[in-house]
């Protein structure tokens, strides 16, 4: 077990150095995170082979022996199945969930002493418990502590321990886990509430040969996880369900069988579903067919906006304001003459698509929103923080030391309320995601700092109406002093740990990744390709490809984080 042990750890280690070079999930909605296209979804089958049961092992080895065992789905669990009864083996669901530990150093496997005419026993497995995947797929709140699973077991005709009951799931350590060589992340795709962008609901199944099945059955017959669900709308509604739960991909083509009732949808509700399910599936699959009965519904695709940014860096430097390449700007038609005339230090700049539409800080901490060739006044409470633009054209401020007085404001000026994060005492960053569905913030509440994510609620103009419940997805030490949306799952958090400025990559339903920052480090911002993220401290630009920093320029005042679209 030990050389086995060594392999894996090596696989897990160049899986690392394999998604630092990637810097993050996929940049648009349009990809699946943590997949490549073309990957199998099958193929981490191979990747870890863990040995079955040997004579006479005592109850904790086989406990012990099962946990290892259960790393590997190859044949459906099957060589983990080997070390419980039969009636055991035809109970347990293993792709029930995860829980996610600290590693095998810190398992402990307690129980009595056995003697030799015992039949029944019980072995207790304590871990430190960092993560968990639910039923659903999805990963949850991290969590740091020590967790308990018990087991049963009872000795075979054979006189060989077998384990007769076992928690459903599987335990993998925090490594193998971000490695996503049993379970792998797959973005389930919903709409916003105005049909206008797709929205990822990152969920975690093991990487099996019915994964496709899982993904459409996930999507058609389940729903958005509790949080986001206020924020998004699906066309799978009514009585429209799977007629056939498995999906067989045939040459790259998933046919998903629907009941009758789909049969009457319209046109454009087809379409939505298609859609939906195609870009659920995207990097396993090239097309989706939509059949009732075996006849093709001939299901077209809807249109969903991009949510790419521009892959030159929108910047403010002493020629003024616009895209960064060669060393040139290009200024932005009807925002950058007007914010030459602000005639004053600027603090902070979002831009909407195509920096047509910006919201300005300035130094001085007031808040202006600039577009086709207007500036106006948007808010000058004291202590705002950085403020944040939506791709609906909302500017969202809130004053740092009361979080619930978050404001949005409408392109005509006129203020939305907002209910803050009731219960903290601080707010130091926000993001809205380039979809505008959800809200990234970076809170203080009982002294510690948290990472959420709010569900933005809308009218189906896009009006921002309210929040909905938080997703907490890191509690890091230490401060954060800035926030942006990376891509469509990934938040990006430049924070302070000690005396040293680190980047956390933080997914929306996954583990962080995290990387030391250059030095005066102050504004993140997202780049394209994915690969790339930038940094601006103290008037030099940054950007980073694989798992270094590089000098991409100097002399800029301000980065402007881009909306994309």
Same mark, same amino acid.
């Given at each position: 077990m030990r050389i086995l042990r060594?392999?894996?750890?090596?696989?897990?280690?160049?899986?690392?150095?394999?998604?630092?070079?990637?810097?993050?999930?996929?940049v648009t909605g349009d990809v699946r995170p943590g997949l490549a296209a073309g990957q199998s979804d099958g193929g981490s089958d191979l990747a870890f082979v863990p040995q079955g049961p040997s004579k006479g092992m005592d109850p904790k080895d086989v406990v012990r022996g099962f946990i290892d065992a259960a790393a590997s789905p190859k044949d459906s669990w099957?060589?983990?199945?080997?070390?419980?009864?039969?009636?055991a083996a035809?109970?347990?669901?293993?792709?029930?969930?995860?829980?996610?530990?600290?590693?095998?150093?810190?398992?402990?496997?307690?129980?009595?002493?056995?003697?030799?005419?015992?039949?029944?026993?019980?072995?207790?497995?304590?871990?430190?418990?960092?993560?968990?995947?639910?039923a659903t797929g999805a990963y949850g709140t991290p969590v740091s502590g020590p967790a308990d699973l018990a087991f049963s077991l009872e000795k075979t005709k054979d006189g060989e321990w077998r384990i007769s009951v076992a928690p459903d799931g599987i335990v993998l350590d925090a490594d193998s886990f971000a490695a996503a060589d049993v379970f792998a992340p797959y973005a389930l795709q919903y709409f916003d509430s105005t049909w206008t962008y797709l929205v990822p609901d990152v969920?975690?199944?093991?990487?099996?040969?019915?994964?496709?099945?899982?993904?459409?059955?996930?999507?058609?017959?389940?729903?958005?996880?509790p949080w986001l669900a206020g924020a998004v709308r699906t066309a799978f509604t009514g009585d429209i369900a799977l007629a056939r739960n498995t999906v067989t991909p045939d040459a790259q083509v998933?046919?998903?069988?629907?009941?009758?009732?789909?049969?009457?949808?319209?046109?454009?509700?087809?379409?939505?579903?298609?859609?939906?399910l195609e870009h659920s599936l995207e990097g396993i699959v090239t097309q989706v067919k939509l059949t009732v009965a075996g006849r093709d519904l001939n299901a077209g695709l809807a249109s969903a906006a991009s949510t790419t940014v521009d892959s030159r860096p929108l910047v403010l430097t002493d020629k003024g304001f616009g895209y960064l390449a060669n060393g040139e700007l290009d200024p932005v038609t009807g925002v950058s003459a007007e914010l030459g005339k602000l005639n004053r230090p600027i603090a902070s700049i979002s $831009? @909407?698509?195509?920096?047509?539409? +910006?919201?300005? !800080?300035?130094?001085? &901490?007031?808040?202006?929103? %600039?577009? #086709?060739?207007?500036?106006?006044?948007?808010?000058?409470?004291?202590?705002?923080?950085?403020?944040?633009?939506?791709?609906?054209?909302?500017?969202?401020?809130?004053?740092?030391?009361?979080?619930?007085?978050?404001?949005?404001?409408?392109?005509?000026?006129?203020?939305?309320?907002?209910?803050?994060?009731?219960d903290a005492v601080q707010i130091s960053a926000m993001a809205v995601?380039?979809?505008?569905?959800?809200?990234?913030?970076?809170?203080?509440?009982?002294?510690?700092?948290?990472?959420?994510?709010?569900?933005?609620?809308?009218?189906?103009?896009?009006?921002?109406?309210?929040?909905?419940?938080?997703?907490?997805?890191?509690?890091?030490?230490?401060?954060?002093?800035?926030?942006?949306?990376?891509?469509?799952?990934?938040?990006?958090?430049? $924070? @302070?740990?000690?005396?040293?400025? +680190?980047?956390? !990559?933080?997914?929306? &339903?996954?583990?962080?990744? %995290?990387? #030391?920052?250059?030095?005066?480090?102050?504004?993140?911002?997202p780049a394209t390709p994915s690969s790339n993220i930038r940094l601006l401290g103290d008037g030099v630009l940054y950007i980073r490809s694989g798992p270094s920093w590089q000098r991409e320029s100097t002399g800029v005042k301000v980065l402007a984080v881009q909306l994309g679209g």
């Open positions: 060594i392999a894996r750890a090596s696989l897990v280690a160049l899986t690392l150095l394999a998604l630092a070079a990637c810097s993050s999930l996929p099957g060589i983990a199945r080997q070390f419980l009864t039969a009636d035809q109970k347990w669901k293993p792709d029930a969930g995860v829980t996610i530990d600290a590693g095998p150093a810190e398992r402990s496997y307690n129980g009595p002493d056995v003697a030799k005419d015992s039949t029944q026993t019980k072995v207790s497995l304590g871990l430190q418990q960092t993560a968990s995947v639910d969920r975690w199944f093991p990487k099996r040969e019915n994964t496709v099945s899982r993904i459409v059955q996930s999507l058609v017959s389940g729903k958005p996880s998933a046919e998903v069988a629907l009941t009758d009732a789909a049969g009457a949808a319209d046109p454009v509700s087809l379409s939505r579903m298609r859609t939906q $831009a @909407a698509s195509q920096g047509q539409r +910006v919201a300005v !800080q300035t130094g001085d &901490g007031i808040v202006y929103g %600039i577009s #086709d060739g207007k500036t106006d006044e948007i808010d000058g409470r004291p202590d705002l923080i950085t403020p944040t633009l939506d791709p609906f054209g909302y500017i969202w401020t809130v004053p740092r030391g009361t979080p619930g007085s978050m404001i949005a404001w409408s392109t005509a000026v006129t203020p939305q309320p907002i209910a803050g994060p009731s995601s380039r979809d505008g569905a959800r809200l990234a913030v970076a809170v203080t509440a009982g002294g510690q700092t948290r990472i959420e994510v709010f569900a933005v609620l809308r009218t189906d103009r896009g009006a921002p109406t309210g929040l909905g419940p938080a997703d907490v997805i890191a509690t890091p030490p230490g401060n954060a002093l800035d926030i942006a949306w990376l891509d469509d799952t990934t938040v990006g958090v430049l $924070a @302070a740990d000690g005396t040293n400025l +680190v980047l956390r !990559q933080q997914p929306v &339903g996954g583990p962080t990744q %995290i990387a #030391d920052a250059p030095d005066a480090a102050s504004t993140i911002a």
